[in-house]
């Protein structure tokens, strides 16, 4: 079982970057995904969760109007448009899958048990 992210890269401040998820070895419906990213000598924070539907959607502040997340549950892939990006923005991204059976969408990291590898997102001023 494995996440692999990519999309990561190095754009100038006011750009924007599509970060891609790609599941294997699990069943995508049965998870809630969400994004984490973690800046140098920063803690692991949320950016942004979805449901294992889709219909449900939940962002952190410091992004809201900004990123957006989805999921093509047809072709297995998480995504995050990531719009007007900043210098304070640049971190490595991590997908994550929850299991979502009984359980509502997490903005914490504790309850995600599946994480991608990261990719990294450097803004330059």
């Known amino acids: 079982v494995q996440l692999q992210a990519s999309g990561g890269g190095l754009v100038q401040s006011g750009g924007s970057l599509r970060l891609t998820c790609t599941p294997s070895?699990?069943?995508?419906?049965?998870?809630?995904m969400a994004w984490f990213r973690q800046a140098p000598g920063k803690a692991r924070e949320f950016v942004a969760a979805?449901?294992?539907?889709?219909?449900?959607?939940y962002y952190a502040d410091v992004v809201k109007g900004r990123f957006t997340i989805s999921r093509d549950n047809a072709q297995k892939t998480l995504y995050l448009q990531m719009n007007s990006l900043k210098p304070e923005d640049t971190a490595l991204y991590y997908c994550?899958?929850?299991?979502?059976?009984?359980?509502?969408?997490?903005?914490?990291?504790?309850?995600?048990?599946?994480w991608g590898q990261g990719t990294l997102v450097t803004v330059s001023s």
């Open positions: 994550a899958a929850d299991w979502a059976w009984g359980v509502s969408v997490s903005t914490t990291p504790g309850p995600y048990d599946i």
């Open positions: 070895g699990l069943t995508f419906t049965n998870y809630h």
């Open positions: 979805v449901s294992r539907t889709g219909s449900s959607t």
